[in-house]
């Protein structure tokens, strides 16, 4: 590497710098399309990258095709594909595409279309977060470029002016022999012309603040512990005094040895800014941060940011006080080793807890509510021994009149508490006091939510004879963690179910209570037996009635599991989505009355839709459709593509995949999927309607013995026959209007179901003696039965028995004609 440097930094050419950046943002090529003459498809104008020649992109790539270019075009959104990922899409890809992520980001300015950057990444990981914010920012910078030259053709070196307008500085450094190389834009954000930076690592460095100089000292000279990826900031002071705050990120390359051999970094001018303890503006950070910190652990992020780095501190611990223990809340560097061997010994859950008279030195302070500094070299009692060998810091921190918890700050090198330092220090400890006992507030609150939100959602799902069902629930992330969304589902009977999601306006702890009484109503109406329109009218009717200021939308679905046929009802909902068999899906076009809670003589019409075995019913909700940057439209649309994509082998996962990374949500998300396998066994049935005459009881059983005679299950008979005789004389006897049976048969058992317009369950006598003159019937009924129940049903109730049919015996060999029964009726 050269010396001079005039040399050297005209050595550095911006294709160079370009892909250094490229690359640390993980990167190995970026390709920049635009749309051709006729709008039909994008034509590749420049690439950049340090694996140009390993790595071809496609020239032209089709609008109409199902490339991850044209997406990311129409829709306006990034996207980020894994290799697994990207190897679904079957054109505008890579190749080769082993092993290969990719992102495509679309160019826009003011609401135009400008083009697409597609970014290939050779990790098999993917692209993480900071590096998605990056390339993010250099799709803006681009399309910026793209803008001010519309109309004309793009300019050449595209990529590196845009990198350029970045204002984002690279360099390669030697720590063997402190020369480093620096681009045009590094110079320029320190301050140094070219003709006047000679090459070496000191003359950048003697721009920097002395007390950044530690932190910078660690990057020239990386130890085996910072080989992997570094970020720090630092301030310089440019040749017109003013300072200027820079971000740096680098990481380390190793020689076959082990040994470093390169530093690689990016530096930026940042506007977060980290301020040291001479800097008033570091408080006015630091209060910012803690606004921001709404959990207990938000805060302690925090202070381990704002103290332990900036400095120079080896260990930062942070405990709550509660009823005279210590808890801990955080410990940075979290290792064990770094901490007391008492503490490891208490080391019972995530972090340590003691008692506060365990420490004496941590009781005093907390008792005057004073800073402690202790020196380098000060005895200790062996709960605080190895935290602070050259210096500890303990810090109460007071909140509103008491003590919410104290800050330990130790050094293991002989540290000076300079004034500055003590004013910072004390400073922290009230603004950490005050955030700490706020945030333990919110976390209170939030675990208080939780547990409504849990306690008002179905715990588990029940199992079905003819299907799956899968439910998922997320919270918002702003405000109050508890919404109005709900979901439930409803064995209405063996064969019958009922779906239900609804979304109560709002996300409050008032949402939710009458999101949990509108889910308690519609279970009690669903099993009461009212058909679907019913159920629905019946909540809308009570939800008008509780006088609240809330509205409710909601779907209702009642599903035939035998016949496949599913009754929808709509009330200002979305409509239901569907995936066929063959994959396709559509959106179900469901007739729809008004919000619940809006008009109390609203109408409610039903939706009769046939389902085939292997369909999934997906009932959702806005928050996963539907959000300030995805129209409700586009958001439908990307749902059906999910669920085609998505494998209904396993329900779970293919509503975990339904979900996806929807990122900070503004809303919560219900969904509820049902994957219809269809009954195993088709059962057989038969109905009659009793005729209230002096002989009914007779024409029953001769109904039932002609029925079973049809079936093949005369072993059956007589217990049969005596629960139709049973049931059939208490209704008429007991009820008015219409009596009505119903036998099925599936597999090896016989239902008999007999239903009456009394909502009266039959009840049984505590008491059966030789004097009684009733009550016997329905204890022969129990005793013949495998089992015996009522339900109440529209307009009425239901009283049901199943018997299970004998095993037939094989005839003996030698056995005469079977003599014909005469004695069934």
């Not at 990529?159 to 590094?186: K, M, Q």
């Not at 085939?612 to 959000?627: F, H, K, R, S």
């Not at 008429?732 to 179901?753: K, N, S, W």
């Not at 009394?758 to 009550?775: C, Q």
Request: hydrophobic share 45%.
């Amino acid at each position: 590497m050269p010396h001079d440097g005039r040399s050297r930094v005209g050595a550095v050419l911006e294709a160079a710098a370009s892909d250094r950046v490229l690359s640390f943002a993980g990167a190995a090529v970026a390709a920049v399309y635009v749309p051709d003459d006729g709008n039909d498809a994008l034509r590749l104008v420049e690439t950049a990258g340090c694996a140009t020649s390993e790595y071809e992109v496609p020239e032209h790539v089709p609008l109409s095709g199902g490339s991850p270019a044209a997406h990311a075009f129409h829709t306006d959104r990034p996207l980020w594909l894994t290799p697994a990922a990207l190897a679904s899409f079957s054109e505008g890809g890579v190749t080769p595409q082993a092993e290969v992520s990719l992102g495509a980001l679309p160019l826009k300015t003011e609401g135009r279309r400008l083009g697409c950057l597609v970014v290939v990444g050779a990790s098999a990981e993917g692209f993480d977060a900071e590096q998605r914010r990056f390339v993010e920012r250099y799709a803006e910078a681009v399309a910026g470029v793209l803008q001010a030259g519309h109309g004309r053709t793009p300019p050449p070196s595209l990529l590196s002016h845009a990198l350029r307008n970045l204002r984002v500085g690279t360099f390669v450094l030697v720590p063997d022999t402190g020369l480093i190389e620096a681009d045009e834009t590094l110079l320029e954000l320190v301050g140094i012309t070219p003709d006047d930076f000679d090459g070496k690592a000191d003359t950048l460095l003697a721009h920097a603040l002395p007390e950044d100089m530690h932190a910078l000292m660690s990057v020239l000279e990386p130890s085996p512990q910072a080989f992997s990826r570094r970020e720090l900031e630092f301030r310089v002071r440019r040749p017109t005094g003013k300072m200027r705050w820079l971000s740096l990120s680098c990481r380390v390359v190793v020689s076959t040895d082990d040994q470093p051999e390169q530093v690689l970094g990016v530096v930026t001018a940042t506007a977060v800014l980290r301020r040291s303890a001479h800097d008033v503006s570091r408080i006015q950070w630091l209060t910012a941060a803690l606004d921001d910190a709404a959990t207990v652990r938000d805060v302690s992020r925090v202070v381990v940011t704002a103290l332990r780095e900036p400095l120079g501190a080896d260990r930062v611990a942070l405990a709550e006080v509660q009823d005279d223990r210590l808890t801990v809340i955080a410990l940075d560097p979290p290792q064990t080793a770094a901490w007391p061997k008492i503490w490891r010994s208490e080391w019972r859950s995530e972090w340590p807890d003691a008692p506060v008279s365990a420490l004496p030195t941590l009781q005093m302070a907390l008792r005057d509510s004073r800073m402690d500094l202790w020196p380098a070299g000060t005895a200790l009692e062996p709960g605080l021994e190895g935290i602070g060998t050259g210096g500890l810091a303990v810090l109460p921190l007071p909140a509103k009149g008491r003590i919410a918890g104290v800050c330990l700050v130790g050094w293991d090198q002989p540290h000076e508490f300079v004034p500055e330092e003590r004013s910072l220090l004390t400073a922290t400890a009230a603004l950490v006091g005050q955030a700490l006992k706020r945030a333990h507030g919110h976390d209170a609150e939030q675990e208080l939510a939780t547990m409504l939100q849990r306690s008002l959602l179905p715990r588990r799902l029940p199992e079905l004879a003819g299907g799956t069902a899968v439910a998922r629930y997320l919270p918002a992330r702003r405000g109050l963690q508890v919404g109005g969304d709900w979901y439930d589902v409803i064995a209405l009977s063996e064969d019958r179910v009922a779906l239900v999601i609804g979304d109560v306006q709002g996300h409050s702890a008032g949402a939710a209570t009458i999101m949990g009484q509108m889910r308690t109503a519609v279970r009690a109406y669903a099993v009461e037996g009212h058909p679907p329109d019913v159920v629905v009218s019946h909540a809308n009717r009570l939800l008008v009635g509780m006088e609240t200021d809330l509205f409710a939308t909601c779907c209702y679905a009642e599903l035939d599991m035998d016949e496949g046929t599913i009754l929808f009802v709509r009330a200002g909902h979305l409509s239901p989505l569907v995936r066929h068999p063959d994959g396709s899906t559509e959106e179900v076009q469901v007739e729809g009355g008004p919000p619940l809670g809006i008009l109390a003589e609203a109408a409610f019409p039903m939706t009769s839709v046939a389902l085939a075995p292997g369909t999934v019913l997906a009932l959702v909700t806005d928050g996963l459709v539907e959000a300030a940057d995805l129209p409700l439209d586009e958001g439908m649309l990307r749902t059906r593509a999910a669920l085609a994509a998505a494998e209904p082998a396993d329900p779970g996962r293919m509503a975990d995949e339904l979900l996806g990374d929807i990122g900070r949500r503004e809303d919560d998300v219900a969904l509820l999927l049902l994957r219809y396998d269809g009954m195993t066994t088709r059962p057989i049935r038969a109905g009659w309607a009793v005729w209230r005459l002096p002989d009914a009881v007779m024409h029953a059983r001769r109904f039932t013995a002609r029925t079973l005679r049809g079936w093949k299950v005369e072993e059956a008979a007589d217990a049969v026959l005596l629960v139709v005789s049973e049931l059939v004389t208490n209704a008429l006897v007991h009820t008015q209007g219409p009596v009505h049976v119903d036998l099925m048969l599936r597999a090896d058992r016989v239902r008999v179901c007999v239903s009456d317009t009394s909502p009266r369950a039959p009840a049984k006598p505590v008491i059966v003696d030789w004097e009684s003159t009733g009550g016997r019937g329905l204890v022969l009924v129990e005793a013949m039965s495998e089992s015996f129940g009522s339900v109440p049903v529209a307009g009425g109730k239901q009283v049901w028995s199943e018997i299970v049919v004998p095993r037939r015996e094989p005839a003996p060999a030698d056995a005469g004609p079977r003599e014909e029964r005469g004695d069934l009726l």
